[in-house]
């Protein structure tokens, strides 16, 4: 009994170990098993980090060996290696045709305007830029449709930058040259200008045509109704006097006092006639400013011939708002500044106009902007004056 006792216990110890074993070889295994997909991840990982390693060593020579970082798109560090290739190495030693078409001057022009705004951009300029870059810049924004990446890549600065540069540019450009660019014709410029008018267009004591255009811009918060035109639109409007060679005589303000001098009037058919500017209908008729007559019963071709003449007159006027969008493209679209910068961006356009028209920088019929001008509801008081219609009148009688 005691024998048969002492087997089973056998028996039973032998069947214990026998288990404990099993689950001792089944456990090696499991943790061999994890242990190998483990290093067949790390190996995977590690091959595929040498293949990164060597596509980069081939774009990027000497950066094989460290670990690519994700960098920002916008980042102008990015950018800026790749974009000063356009303006140090292609724009500085363009011919003329490319500095006209990219800058609507010459080389010469555009450092003789360089030298003008110098001394008021290296006096206000807080990016360290030289002032033939900063000039440039704002005049490729003021002439192309480019928006501000775009011009930031191309000479390789950030948006805000080119935004600040335009800002400054236009400032200095209306603080130093639109008193000596923008003036009203006296002496023996405002002679030639009477002479050519009555010469070229047959219209006697004109010394330019006046009318307004709209700039777009972008709806204000406050007060946007007011800003809303016919077209649907926002838009600020530029009222200019022009005169025969397409020089902006007079911008964004009212007659000038000045030029009722009495030494300049004419006698026409028994009336005093001082000099005149020419409106379309939507300007009253004044003894200074003349307008059409309107076409009603009697309407007869002594007025028709009138009217003709004067149209003719005037025309200087709207060729005068085509050449400026053409040569600055900038007005024909909705500029997004802000809108008390506006204003000044436009009269730096019309310095600028003029600037080239003083530099003898032909106008490229390829510029020309399409007609988008429309009527102008000037907010005069004033209607038709007594003398206005005597002189027009006289001038009616005149042309007959």
């Not at 005169?243 to 005093?272: C, M, Q, S, Y």
Request: with cysteine; charged share 25%; proline share 5%.
């Amino acid at each position: 009994m005691v024998i048969l006792q002492v087997e089973r216990v056998a028996m039973l110890l032998a069947t214990i170990m026998a288990t404990m074993m099993q689950c001792y070889v089944d456990g090696f295994t499991v943790q061999s098993n994890f242990d190998f997909a483990v290093n067949m991840r790390r190996r995977r990982r590690a091959r595929r980090q040498r293949v990164l390693a060597a596509a980069l060593a081939a774009v990027r020579p000497g950066h094989g060996e460290r670990r690519l970082r994700r960098q920002p798109v916008d980042d102008p560090r990015q950018m800026r290696p790749r974009s000063l290739v356009w303006w140090e190495e292609t724009a500085l030693h363009a011919d003329a045709r490319f500095w006209k078409e990219n800058f609507r001057m010459t080389r010469q022009s555009f450092q003789l305007l360089c030298n003008t705004l110098s001394p008021s951009l290296q006096r206000e300029s807080s990016n360290g830029l030289a002032v033939e870059k900063v000039v440039a810049i704002a005049l490729y924004r003021l002439s192309t449709p480019c928006d501000l990446r775009t011009i930031g890549n191309l000479f390789g600065v950030g948006r805000s930058t080119v935004c600040e540069i335009v800002q400054e540019v236009c400032k200095a450009v209306v603080s130093l040259m639109l008193e000596q660019y923008i003036v009203w014709p006296a002496d023996d410029r405002l002679r030639q200008t009477i002479d050519c008018f009555e010469g070229k267009y047959g219209f006697p004591q004109c010394a330019g045509a006046v009318d307004g255009t709209h700039i777009p811009i972008i709806a204000p918060k406050n007060n946007p109704a007011d800003y809303h035109n016919r077209k649907g639109q926002h838009s600020i409007i530029l009222q200019a006097v022009v005169d025969d060679k397409l020089r902006f005589t007079d911008i964004n303000v009212g007659w000038p006092g000045r030029v009722h001098d009495a030494r300049w009037n004419r006698e026409i058919n028994g009336v005093l006639m001082p000099i005149v500017i020419l409106g379309d209908p939507a300007y009253p008729l004044l003894p200074w400013l003349m307008k059409g007559f309107s076409e009603g019963v009697n309407f007869d071709d002594p007025k028709r011939n009138f009217n003709y003449r004067l149209s003719r007159a005037r025309m200087v006027v709207e060729r005068g708002f085509g050449q400026l969008k053409g040569r600055w493209r900038i007005l024909m679209r909705r500029n997004d500044s802000a809108l008390l910068k506006v204003p000044q961006m436009v009269s730096a356009c019309c310095v600028l106009h003029n600037f080239c028209l003083e530099q003898n920088e032909g106008y490229d019929d390829r510029w020309d902007a399409p007609d988008n001008n429309q009527p102008i509801n000037v907010p005069l008081n004033d209607q038709d004056v007594g003398s206005g219609v005597d002189i027009r009148n006289a001038l009616l009688r005149y042309f007959s």
